[in-house]
């Protein structure tokens, strides 16, 4: 997630002043990634270095009010037409299990065992926190919950079939052949 892109986006709706474009990046995000107030402002240093953003000078509560540039609005333009490459060779669940199978780990059906629950734990926070939202209000927050839900449930299938490759790994048939 890029915070510096999250800010470009919501000073684009309007000029804000920091503490605005905390709580708006928090109720944009349902309160899901709570964001450091000292993280928006050396971020907001760092756009104004750039000329992404300037400042307007203060309101009437004293607040230094910060609105987009062009040239933030063209690197928001940039940002968001960039695709997204996922990292899918890259799972620390998958290395975990090349590890346990390489070193002969006794207790890798556990290891498997406990990511699933974690995983089904999950699911149900995902689907009881998907209930109480309502589709007209919370639209982009309900879409969220429905990938993450989906992401889940394949790396649910891909955990079965980690177990369906059995627990035997290699290193241990390896030496066992070198010790007779």
């Known amino acids: 997630m890029s915070v510096k892109h999250a800010i470009l986006g919501l000073l684009y709706e309007k000029p804000r002043h920091g503490y ?10 349902h309160q899901q990634w709570p964001l450091n107030s000292g ?17 307007l000078g203060e309101d009437v509560r004293d607040r230094k009010q910060y609105r987009i540039t ?20 890259k799972d620390e669940m998958f290395f975990k299990w090349l590890c346990a199978r390489k070193m002969g780990f006794p207790e890798i059906d556990k ?4 990511q699933k629950k974690k995983m ?3 699911i149900l926070q995902l689907t009881q926190l998907q209930a109480q939202l309502d589709r007209e209000q919370h639209g982009d927050m309900i879409l969220l919950i429905e990938g993450g839900l989906l992401h889940l ?3 649910l299938k891909w955990l079965q079939c980690l177990e369906e490759e059995g627990s035997s790994p290699a290193w241990e048939v390896q030496h066992e052949k070198k010790r007779e």
Do not use: C
Request: no cysteine; net charge negative; aromatic share 6%.
């Open 120 to 122: 089904m734990e999950t």
């Open 153 to 155: 449930e394949a790396d």
């Open 20 to 29: 605005e474009i905390k709580t708006g990046f928090e109720q944009m995000v």
């Open 70 to 89: 062009e040239a933030g609005k063209q690197e928001l333009r940039r940002w968001l037409l960039e695709p997204v490459q996922k990292s899918l060779l």
């Open 39 to 55: 993280q928006v402002y050396t971020t907001l240093e760092r756009l104004v270095r750039d000329r992404l953003v300037e400042p």
């Open 111 to 114: 290891m498997i065992m406990n």
